[in-house]
C-alpha cells in the first residue's frame, strides 16, 4: 500500500509538472510572433529617461522623478487654490512625462528580455544594455532612487506616499536583468552599478516616510509595494528582505486585505471597483510568483480562515470572463477597457493547471494600447516570469 500510494504521489508531480511545461509552451506559442515584433520595435529606441523633460511644478531636481496625482482637479470654488480629490476620475492635464517614460523603459527591457530568452541572440542584451545604463548608471541621465515628489498635489503636497506606485513598472525591469544577467553583453561592472541603484531604492522604500506610509497602506498600495520590493530584492538577492516579504504576505496583506469569500472589500468600496479588484489581484498574484520557493510556497499558502491566492483567483474568474455577470455598479472610467489578458490568469493557470484560466488569458487582449490600462499592468511580458 505505502508503494502504491508513494506511486499515485509521484505520478501526480510528474502530471502537475508535465501540465506547468505544456502551458508555457503554449504561451511561448501564443506569444511569440508578438515579442519578436516588440523587439524588433525596442531595437530602434533610444533611450528616454526622466531628464529628457521636467515640470515647472517639481520641487526636485532633473534627476528626480515626478508626477502629479491622478485623481486631482483644480477647485471651482476656489481655482487658484488647492486641488481636489475625485476619487477614480484622471485629470487629463496633469504631468505624467517621466510616468510615460518609465513605462516606455518597461516594455524595451520586457521586449528586450523575452526575445533573448526565446532566442539566446545577444543583439537583444547589448540594447537592452544601452537603456539600463541610461537610467541606472549614467550621471548625466539616470533617475535617481526614490520616489519622493510623485504624486504631488498642487496646493497641498510636493509628493505623496500613494506615489510610489508609479515604480510599479520597474518589476518587470528588475526581472529583464535577471533573465539577462548571465550573458556576456552585460558585464560585472555595469550590472554591479545596476543591482546598487535598487538596492539604494529597496533601502529608501524601507527607511523613507513616503516609503513606510505605502508600506503600511491597508489597500492595493501595500500590495504593490511588496510586490516591487519582491522583485528588486530577487535582483539584488537580499534574502533578508525577501523572507520578510513572505511573512508580511501571509500575515499582514492576505489577512488584512482579502474577504473570505476571495474577493477584496476596500477595492469593491471605490469608484472603480472592477478595475481595481483586478488590479489588486494582480499583485497579488505577482508577490506569489515573485516569492515562492520550494520550501515557502505562497501558492498554497492558506491563512486559518481559508484566505488564498486560489480562493482570490476562482473569486474574480467568473467576471473577468464574462463581465456581465458583475453585479455592482460599473466603474466611474475606463469600465469597458478592462479585462486584457491579465496575469492573475496566465500565472494562476499555470500553478494550478487550470485550462480555463489560460483558455480566457488568450482570448483576451495580449497586447492592449489604452494608456490607463498599461499603467494598471505593470506585467505584461509573462515569459519572463515563467
Not at 53 to 59: D, F, R
Not at 186 to 214: C, H, M, P, Q, R
Not at 290 to 308: C, H, Q, R, V, Y
Amino acid at each position: 500500500m505505502k508503494r502504491l500510494g508513494l506511486f499515485y504521489l509521484l505520478t501526480f508531480i510528474s502530471f502537475s509538472c508535465f501540465a506547468q511545461v505544456t502551458i508555457k509552451l503554449q504561451a511561448q506559442n501564443v506569444l511569440r510572433k508578438q515579442i519578436l515584433g516588440e523587439a524588433e520595435w525596442a531595437m530602434t529606441q533610444s533611450p528616454i529617461t526622466v531628464t529628457a523633460e521636467s515640470s515647472s511644478l517639481s520641487t526636485g531636481g532633473k534627476h528626480d522623478f515626478f508626477s502629479q496625482a491622478d485623481y486631482f482637479w483644480p477647485n471651482p470654488a476656489n481655482p487658484s487654490g488647492p486641488y481636489i480629490n475625485r476619487d477614480g476620475e484622471t485629470n487629463p492635464a496633469n504631468f505624467i512625462a517621466h510616468r510615460k517614460a518609465m513605462i516606455r523603459f518597461s516594455a524595451i527591457i520586457g521586449s528586450l528580455a523575452s526575445a533573448y530568452q526565446l532566442t539566446g541572440d545577444e543583439k537583444y542584451v547589448k540594447q537592452a544594455v544601452i537603456h539600463l545604463k541610461a537610467w541606472f548608471v549614467n550621471p548625466e541621465t539616470l533617475m535617481n532612487p526614490n520616489l519622493s515628489f510623485s504624486q504631488a498635489v498642487i496646493g497641498s503636497s510636493t509628493g505623496r506616499s500613494w506615489g510610489i506606485i508609479d515604480t510599479i513598472h520597474l518589476v518587470e525591469v528588475a526581472q529583464g536583468i535577471i533573465v539577462m544577467e548571465k550573458a556576456k553583453s552585460l558585464n560585472k561592472s555595469d550590472l554591479s552599478k545596476i543591482k546598487k541603484w535598487f538596492a539604494d531604492y529597496i533601502l529608501w522604500l524601507n527607511t523613507s516616510k513616503n516609503g513606510v506610509a505605502e508600506k503600511t497602506a491597508k489597500n492595493n498600495h501595500s500590495a504593490c509595494w511588496v510586490m516591487q520590493v519582491a522583485s528588486f530584492a530577487k535582483l539584488v538577492k537580499d534574502e533578508t528582505m525577501l523572507d520578510s516579504l513572505r511573512w508580511m504576505y501571509k500575515n499582514v496583506q492576505l489577512p488584512n486585505q482579502m474577504a473570505t469569500d476571495g474577493s477584496f472589500p476596500l477595492e469593491l468600496a471605490r469608484t472603480k471597483p472592477y478595475g481595481y479588484s483586478i488590479f489588486n489581484l494582480d499583485a497579488f498574484t505577482m508577490i506569489c510568483q515573485i516569492l515562492s520557493t520550494p520550501k515557502d510556497n505562497l501558492w498554497k499558502f492558506e491563512t486559518a480562515d481559508g484566505k488564498a491566492i486560489k480562493k482570490g483567483i476562482s473569486y474574480l474568474y467568473p467576471f473577468v470572463a464574462d463581465k456581465s455577470k458583475w453585479s455592482l455598479k460599473p466603474d466611474v472610467m475606463f469600465w469597458d477597457n478592462w479585462p486584457v489578458a491579465q496575469p492573475l490568469l496566465i500565472f494562476g493557470a499555470n500553478q494550478f493547471n487550470n485550462y480555463d484560466w489560460f483558455t480566457t488569458w488568450k482570448k483576451l487582449d495580449l497586447k492592449p494600447t489604452n494608456e490607463e490600462v498599461i499603467r494598471n499592468l505593470p506585467v505584461r511580458h509573462p515569459l519572463i516570469w515563467m
